[in-house]
């Protein structure tokens, strides 16, 4: 065995200097990028706003001591003297994030400035950070002036097949007598709008206010329009679509549901208001009421799974605008029935445009048809520019895969019909459109009804998705490897579309809860998805059952408790588990207490329900969950082979669950629960190795239980506790006692190589396989796993052309085709770029140890073949960071950087003994302390600052 020297090389910044009897000079630690509420500059309605920011520093070792806030009603008064809301003074503390306001009480509509500044480790203050603001929304039911008003148009539904009616149109207009200081709008719909003031598109957010329980709560969103409203006839318009709220929801048209649509109410309602505040200080507000007026204009069909039709030639010219006739638009209905709804802000990242794709190909398919290629599956629309004759349409179908003859393939969409229309008004000059209110998922386009070939200027790939912040990056010097990341981050952007969708093509779309709980630790790791997911978990809190159980997917429109989408989607083990999964994570990636409290009774309530499901036994066996379709729940879910008891897979997620709520507990000082939670886990173990472990330390079931596997999920195949979901699940869980847990390790190993080094796992499997054999110290084989591709495998599918990740492992292939039945075919799925999570956290190495990475572990696994490089950042809720590691020759290159403010734990191969730091050895720099050595590695405690680790091979 090679033994290596290391040598580190650290890049130092210049320190302050000190001198004595001379006032220190002014520290370099600067705040930045200030938020509140996880975002920059927002409309909020909590009273006790969380505010955070980052600390910049030249300085190695740098920590915050203590932070002082400043806040003020206007710009003017934001300073330490003259702050009027709120002056914290100076508080010892190093936090920077979840710092909850505590100044004078919030006034709903007002705007908020506010300042931070930090003191150094050696209590030297920095300066005072940018100016960062808040906007408060309405704060009480009564700070509500505007009615929900709406008009039917149901009547005017024109196709035959499904029930499209045209989005409704309302406006008004309103005389502005004075100088305007401020003016605020505040807009919800029970449905999805756009509002305009004066021919002005008011903010760049699509599918507003997103999808809730609308029977529990409905958001609205906030915007600052001062620059919009002018002195004189104002002209306040809006078109509100169906969307979630009246429209087509999931596969309930393909099941032959009762209920297909409107699954909520089936005219879409407005609700809004402008607030104008004078300079003379004389306030008005204009709101929508009865006075308001409504007609049906050029868009005839609007709907988020069928696609959306718009004629230029019914278009309503002007109507924007102030001065339009509209004389015979119609008075709109009031309806006071809604007043008592819940409404709130929405605190989620919005829908936008990310943006914009240019065509890789166009063909022509036929006259007057084309396919085009844009290169890219993806989540949105595109955008045309034609000419055409008055009247012409122009059809424009969606589709992620062409057939081997070039034809487009939509089978896959089911009964969703994705087609968007534009009938032309035959301008002299070409005209341009968009849809709006409707989204797809494809890579290719047909385009039909076109007098000449599109030129590639006049289509355009618009790219939507929840403007979440990017706070990731991954790299490697393996192509397919990097084409795979690639993949996993298109596949989110495609899906977390205002919910964490399981795919944003067919006639489904939803919040799947297996999906979002097994990929919940990649998606943080690409994305700050603190805010996305808080909305989220909000709306599966909304959602869980009377019995305390989570559903299958939320939001889940229901009746007296029963699903109408589909009446059997009740819960599952495995999906279920989301809702304490989810905040979990939130809580460990952000620190983010808040969440736990907030859900800590609906996660009481789920665990109650597991406990009494278990019989006071803590252990699940075949017929725990018979009740539920289809028999177990959908457990590991499109695995290849036999399947893995769902009972067995279930008793594993409640001892994770009990893990989770007991440091959960911890955080928010439950430690009484935290005892409690550990003791069931204890109980849920003991009961687990009775019931599953044989002598040999083997999961064990009674296959014969499970009969003829009728109503079990790939039931046919035949169950086996002895299978790679088992032993992976029975790791990442910390089911296992010290000793049946080596044992796991290896029969986990045997497993893959038995299987030719392949895997054979499904959703709920897949997750934590590799992380399990990292674990147990097969990363060489977990490797193995990563780079294969060969059916089943995710590079597989990347030699076989995906841009995005598959539902399925062989969903198709180059040459062949579409191996499975076109029903459940989607190759826009997350679920199994879950395996994101092991590619940061052991190939980069990059895991958090105190929630919010204030302290954390980067320990990667290096390759010992094939991988020659990683590069890997992640901007935590603390700061960026970094590591990556390179061989070159007989060298081994790591390189790292730890934020301001922040401590890590840096393991890297070789003997203390060889460590040196400029020609020092590493015992004598008191700043780089050495921990210990073991199993080949020197473990140190390193402060902020970038280091260079050169490892030499003797």
């Given at each position: ?24 000079a ?6 930045q ?16 706003p969380?505010?955070s920011?980052?600390?910049?520093s030249?300085?190695y ?5 203590a ?36 100044g004078?009480?919030?006034?709903a509509?007002?705007?908020?400035y506010w ?8 209590g030297v ?16 039911p ?11 148009v ?25 100088v ?36 529990q709560?409905?958001?609205y ?78 868009i ?5 799974l069928n ?12 109507w ?37 794709i ?20 993806f ?16 059809i ?9 003859d070039?034809r487009l ?13 534009y ?25 039909s ?15 939507m ?12 010097d ?9 993949n996993i ?15 944003p ?7 799947w ?9 990649s998606?943080a ?17 909304d959602?869980?059952?009377a ?36 905040p ?31 019989k ?20 590991d ?22 893990l ?17 939670y ?14 599953y472990?044989d ?26 506790g ?8 029975a ?26 080094n ?6 709920l499997?897949?997750?934590?396989l ?55 075919n ?13 590619m ?19 320990k ?14 992640y ?15 007989d ?12 401590r ?32 080949g ?18």
């Amino acid at each position: 065995m090679n033994r290596r020297n290391v040598f580190v090389i650290a890049f130092l910044s210049v320190t302050c200097c000190f001198f004595p009897g001379i006032a220190s000079a002014q520290s370099d630690l600067v705040p930045q990028y200030l938020r509140t509420e996880y975002k920059v500059n927002p409309f909020i309605d909590t009273d006790k706003p969380r505010l955070s920011w980052e600390l910049q520093s030249k300085v190695y070792n740098q920590v915050q001591t203590a932070w002082q806030i400043i806040v003020a009603s206007v710009p003017e008064l934001l300073t330490e003297a003259k702050a009027d809301i709120w002056n914290s003074k100076k508080i010892s503390s190093n936090a920077t994030s979840q710092i909850v306001y505590a100044g004078k009480p919030l006034r709903a509509g007002k705007k908020y400035y506010w300042k931070v500044r930090s003191w150094d480790k050696n209590g030297v203050a920095g300066v005072w950070s940018e100016t960062a603001a808040w906007n408060m929304g309405l704060l009480a039911p009564g700070d509500w002036k505007a009615g929900w008003i709406g008009y039917d148009v149901n009547a005017l539904s024109a196709d035959k097949k499904y029930h499209l009616p045209p989005a409704p149109y309302f406006r008004k207009e309103s005389v502005v007598n004075g100088v305007v200081k401020r003016a605020t709008l505040y807009v919800s719909a029970l449905g999805l709008y756009e509002f305009y003031i004066n021919g002005k598109r008011i903010g760049d957010d699509y599918f507003a206010p997103g999808w809730t329980d609308y029977t529990q709560r409905v958001y609205y969103n906030g915007y600052d329009v001062t620059r919009a409203i002018k002195a004189g006839k104002n002209a306040f318009g809006a078109i509100v679509a169906n969307g979630w709220y009246a429209g087509y929801l999931g596969y309930a048209l393909l099941v032959g549901s009762k209920t297909t649509h409107a699954f909520y109410g089936d005219v879409p309602l407005l609700k809004a208001q402008v607030e104008i505040e004078y300079t003379n200080g004389k306030k008005e507000i204009v709101a929508t009421d009865a006075s308001w007026r409504a007609t049906d204009g050029g868009i005839r069909e609007a709907d988020i799974l069928n696609g959306e039709t718009f004629n230029a030639n019914l278009e309503p010219e002007g109507w924007k605008i102030a001065g339009f006739n509209a004389s015979s638009w119609q008075p709109v209905q009031v309806h006071a029935e809604k007043a008592t709804l819940l409404t709130q802000i929405y605190p989620a990242d919005p829908v936008r445009i990310w943006g914009e794709i240019k065509p890789v190909s166009i063909t022509e398919a036929g006259p007057g048809k084309y396919i085009i290629d844009m290169g890219q599956n993806f989540s949105g629309v595109v955008r045309i520019t034609a000419k055409a004759g008055k009247g012409d349409q122009i059809i424009i179908k969606y589709g992620e895969k062409l057939f081997p003859d070039g034809r487009l393939m939509t089978e896959n969409l089911r009964r969703a019909r994705a087609t968007d229309t534009y009938i032309s008004k035959g301008s002299a000059q070409p005209e341009t459109w968009m849809p709006r209110f409707t989204y797809h998922g494809f890579q290719y386009v047909e385009i039909s009804g076109l007098s000449n070939k599109p030129a590639p200027n006049d289509i355009r790939g618009i790219v939507m998705t929840s403007l979440t912040p990017a706070s990731g990056n991954f790299e490697t010097d393996n192509a397919m490897l990097n084409q795979l990341y690639k993949n996993i981050v298109w596949t989110q952007r495609s899906n977390y579309f205002d919910i964490p969708t399981d795919c944003p093509q067919r006639d489904e779309r939803l919040g799947w809860t297996g999906d979002a709980q097994v990929y919940m630790r990649s998606a943080a790791y690409n994305n700050d998805i603190a805010a996305f997911h808080t909305k989220w978990i909000t709306d599966l809190n909304d959602a869980q059952w009377a019995n305390g159980t989570y559903p299958v997917y939320a939001p889940i429109p229901s009746e007296q408790g029963v699903a109408t989408i589909r009446s059997s989607d009740t819960y599952s083990p495995g999906w279920a588990e989301a809702g304490i999964v989810c905040p979990y994570n939130i809580y460990k990636m952000y620190g983010d207490t808040r969440v736990i409290e907030a859900s800590w009774p609906y996660m009481v309530k789920y665990m109650k329900f597991l406990e009494e499901r278990s019989k006071g036994k803590y252990v699940f066996t075949e017929a725990s969950f018979e009740d539920i379709s289809p028999k177990g729940g959908f457990g590991d879910w499109l695995s290849v082979g036999k399947k893995t008891p769902p009972d067995m897979l279930a008793t594993m997620y409640y001892n994770y669950c009990a893990l989770l709520m007991a440091e959960m507990a911890k955080a928010i000082d439950h430690t009484v629960d935290a005892d409690y939670y550990t003791g069931i886990s204890e109980k849920i173990k003991k009961g687990f190795a009775g019931h599953y472990i044989d002598a040999d330390g083997k999961l064990t079931t009674n296959a014969a239980a499970y009969g003829d596997g009728k109503g079990y999920v790939d039931g046919s195949l035949g169950f086996a506790g002895h299978t790679q979901t088992a032993y992976a699940n029975a790791i990442y869980t910390e089911i296992l006692s010290p000793e049946n847990l080596v044992k796991a390790g290896k029969y986990l190993e045997q497993l893959v190589q038995a299987n030719n080094n392949q895997l054979a796992t499904g959703f709920l499997g897949f997750k934590p396989l590799l992380p399990a054999l990292s674990a147990t110290g097969n990363s060489k084989l977990a490797y193995t796993l990563a780079k294969d591709t060969a059916f089943p495998s995710l590079g597989f599918e990347v030699v076989n052309g995906s841009t995005t990740i598959w539902e399925r492992w062989d969903s198709y292939i180059k040459g062949e085709g579409f191996r499975h039945n076109a029903s459940m075919n989607s190759f826009n799925h997350y679920a199994f770029g879950a395996i994101c999570e092991w590619m940061f956290q052991n190939m980069a190495g990059i895991q958090p140890v105190d929630a919010g990475f204030k302290t954390f572990i980067i320990k990667p696994e290096i390759d010992p073949s094939g991988i020659g490089s990683v590069t890997a950042e992640y901007k935590s809720v603390n700061g960026l960071i970094q590591s990556s590691w390179k061989k070159s020759g007989d060298q081994i290159k790591q390189e790292v950087t730890i934020p301001v403010n922040t401590r890590a734990t840096v393991f890297i191969k070789g003997n203390p003994e060889h460590i040196s730091v400029s020609g020092k050895k590493l015992q004598s720099i008191n700043d780089m302390q050495v921990e210990g050595y073991a199993d080949g590695y020197t473990k140190l405690q390193l402060g902020s600052g970038s280091y260079r680790f050169i490892v030499n091979a003797q």
